[in-house]
């Protein structure tokens, strides 16, 4: 017996006449440009995209069944038909430059169908950034940090906006003038507001990072 197939064997003896017999059964399936060999499927299945994105961990009510393939896809069979079945990542098993919207989902297959589950899994810019005043002194915690493409310096306003219009990402400064950002551009302007009402500005260019690494970005000097 195998991950993907079953197999059976018998052999009969007659008198002085030997027979044997071997069978062999599983299933093919073929959803969304992929195909899947598996053990027989008595019920519904899923097939599980994770957006190209390989080994990422996949559960079935809570439990971890396996991991995506090469091609970012993953088999899930013996669903309950009717049912509502919940299927999930583990979202600690990504790496560092990775996010996702959603890391669960509830499916309810008919009699002996198959449904097609995504996770938009997409790659980000996340960095810790510490930032320094122009005398070398970390800034003030609590400071608003935003972030704007660096090209776009211009439309970069006096004043924090809070409205729900404003798609700029915003982060508040730490300990040591350290704070974090997890959608970086590859360019950035930065824009402080600090708490006695006056503002500084840094640019900041992507370095890159590995998949598991969150790089510390800095000291880089803001400058009013």
Same mark, same amino acid.
């Given at each position: 017996?195998?991950?993907?197939?079953?197999?059976? %064997? %018998?052999?009969?003896? /007659?008198?002085?006449?030997?027979?044997?017999?071997?069978?062999?059964?599983?299933?093919?399936?073929?959803?969304?440009? $992929?195909?899947?060999?598996? #053990?027989?499927?008595?019920?519904?299945?899923?097939?599980? /995209?994770?957006?190209?994105?390989?080994?990422? =961990?996949? *559960? *079935?009510?809570?439990?971890?069944?396996?991991?995506?393939?090469?091609?970012?896809?993953?088999?899930?069979? @013996?669903?309950? /038909?009717?049912?509502?079945?919940?299927?999930?990542?583990? /979202?600690?098993?990504?790496?560092? !430059?990775?996010?996702?919207?959603?890391?669960?989902?509830?499916?309810?297959?008919?009699?002996?169908?198959?449904?097609? &589950? *995504?996770?938009?899994?997409?790659?980000?810019?996340?960095?810790?950034?510490?930032? $320094?005043? %122009?005398?070398? !002194? =970390?800034?003030?915690?609590?400071?608003?940090?935003?972030?704007?493409?660096?090209?776009?310096?211009?439309?970069?306003?006096?004043? =924090? @906006?809070?409205?729900?219009?404003? @798609?700029? !990402?915003?982060?508040? &400064?730490?300990?040591?003038?350290?704070?974090?950002?997890?959608?970086?551009?590859?360019?950035? #302007?930065?824009?402080?507001?600090?708490?006695?009402?006056?503002?500084?500005?840094?640019?900041?260019?992507?370095?890159?990072?590995? =998949?598991?690494?969150?790089?510390?970005?800095?000291?880089?000097?803001?400058r009013k």
């Amino acid at each position: 017996m195998g991950r993907a197939f079953e197999a059976n %064997a %018998a052999v009969a003896h /007659s008198g002085d006449a030997t027979s044997g017999a071997l069978g062999v059964s599983g299933a093919l399936v073929v959803m969304d440009g $992929h195909a899947f060999t598996s #053990r027989r499927i008595y019920d519904s299945f899923a097939v599980v /995209s994770t957006n190209g994105v390989a080994d990422v =961990p996949i *559960r *079935r009510e809570n439990l971890t069944i396996g991991k995506t393939n090469q091609n970012g896809v993953m088999l899930v069979p @013996q669903l309950l /038909s009717y049912q509502s079945n919940k299927i999930s990542i583990d /979202s600690m098993g990504l790496p560092a !430059q990775m996010r996702v919207p959603d890391v669960s989902q509830s499916v309810t297959p008919t009699d002996r169908s198959g449904v097609l &589950v *995504r996770f938009d899994l997409t790659t980000v810019r996340s960095a810790t950034v510490v930032l $320094h005043d %122009a005398n070398g !002194q =970390p800034l003030p915690i609590g400071s608003i940090v935003a972030v704007a493409q660096a090209d776009a310096a211009a439309a970069v306003p006096d004043a =924090p @906006q809070t409205s729900g219009s404003d @798609q700029r !990402q915003t982060s508040v &400064v730490g300990y040591d003038g350290a704070t974090y950002f997890d959608t970086l551009l590859p360019s950035n #302007r930065l824009t402080a507001y600090l708490p006695d009402g006056s503002s500084c500005h840094a640019l900041l260019d992507w370095p890159g990072a590995k =998949p598991n690494e969150v790089p510390v970005i800095g000291p880089i000097i803001c400058r009013k």
